[in-house]
């Protein structure tokens, strides 16, 4: 079973800047791709931006410019630096991962981790 974790949340003010991080039990390289998702207080969940095995990415409008994806395959490691953080950012942070490829066979489903929280407030 592949576990996600992630880490880096907290409390920040509006306009500084938090770096997620996840780390995967399993090889990332494994995976066709990545992404962080958030959930906002009374909102469904979201997409914020995924990367691909091979480096492709891709931010939902809300993050673009200010979001920033990328990975460590060394270190099994998903990031999101994220910069001129607004009140509305606030939300629980999801990892996932799919297409988990194992040989020649692509699993299906998807992995989560169990978030971790990001507050914008002064």
């Known amino acids: 079973q592949v576990q996600l974790v992630e880490s880096g949340g907290g409390l920040v003010q509006p306009g500084g800047s938090l770096r997620l991080s996840c780390v995967s039990s399993a090889s990332i390289a494994s995976f066709n791709g990545m992404g962080w998702y958030r959930q906002g207080p009374g909102k469904q969940r979201e997409l914020v931006a995924t990367i691909t095995s091979n480096g492709l990415t891709n931010y939902a409008d809300s993050g673009k410019g200010r979001f920033t994806i990328s990975k460590d395959n060394a270190k099994n490691m998903l990031y999101l630096q994220m910069n001129s953080l607004k009140a509305e950012d606030t939300a629980v942070y999801y990892c996932?991962?799919?297409?988990?490829?194992?040989?020649?066979?692509?699993?299906?489903?998807?992995?989560w981790g169990q978030g971790t929280q990001v507050t914008v407030s002064s």
């Open positions: 996932n991962a799919w297409g988990r490829r194992i040989g020649s066979v692509i699993l299906k489903g998807d992995y």
